[in-house]
Structure formats: structure tokens, C-alpha cells
Nanobody
Framework: QVQLVESGGGSVQAGGSLRLSCAVH????????MGWFRQVPGKEREVVAS???????RYPEWVQGRFTIAKDNAKNTLYLQMNSLKPEDTGMYYC???????????????????WGQGTQVTVSS
């Protein structure tokens, strides 16, 4: 059974950095798309970053170069480096995996097949 396990969340002051990790277990394919999403209470889950085939990365405009997604294929681990954090970055962060090596539409959560349990990120002002 596929399992995604996030770690690395926590509390940080505005301007600080965090690195999230997502360990991937028993995924049936060697190349696939993954993404990081975040959700706050009362709002829909939104994409933060996506990576396909290990190196094709995409970000929404509001990230503005602050976040970097990367995947270590040898360790089967996905990362999200977050710098210059803002209070509005606060939320539950989830990693997700899709049963495809490329996504034309990479932002909808419905296009991802497997999800982790989430890790909380809190940014204080």
C-alpha cells in the first residue's frame, strides 16, 4: 500500500525558513508527479509546488521564488524548502503523488491520487 509521510513542520517567525520532507513508500512507478499543497480552515486545499519526472517544477505565482520543491529519487523523498515565510503561509501542508509522469493541469488536488497526513506550519508575525 502506498504511503506518504510528511515531516518538518513547526513554528517559525516571519522571515524564517522551514524544510518539509515527504517520504514515499511502496509507490508502483519509478517516475511520477508529486506536489505540495496547503490548507487552512474554511478554505480549499491549494497547490504550493509541483514536480514531475524529478526535475520539471512548477509554482503558483504567489510563491514568488520563496519556495523550492525537489525530489531525491535515491531516498524516495520529496522536499519543500520554504524561505522568507509570511504569516499567511500558515496552514497544514500535505504532499501528494499522482499516477502519471506528467500533469498538464498540475494545480487541482483531484489530479493527485495519494496523500500524506499533513504537517502543520505556523508563521508568527
Amino acid at each position: 500500500q502506498v504511503q506518504l509521510v510528511e515531516s518538518g513542520g513547526g513554528s517559525v517567525q516571519a522571515g524564517g525558513s522551514l524544510r518539509l520532507s515527504c517520504a514515499v513508500h511502496r509507490f508502483p512507478y519509478s517516475t511520477y508527479c508529486m506536489g505540495w499543497f496547503r490548507q487552512v480552515p474554511g478554505k480549499e486545499r491549494e497547490v504550493v509546488a509541483s514536480i514531475c519526472n524529478g526535475d520539471h517544477t512548477r509554482y503558483p505565482e504567489w510563491v514568488q521564488g520563496r519556495f523550492t520543491i525537489a525530489k531525491d529519487n535515491a531516498k524516495n523523498t520529496l522536499y519543500l524548502q520554504m524561505n522568507s515565510l509570511k504569516p499567511e503561509d500558515t496552514g497544514m501542508y500535505y504532499c501528494a503523488a499522482a499516477l502519471t509522469s506528467f500533469l498538464v493541469d498540475w494545480s487541482p488536488p483531484d489530479n493527485y491520487n495519494y496523500w500524506g497526513q499533513g504537517t502543520q506550519v505556523t508563521v508568527s508575525s
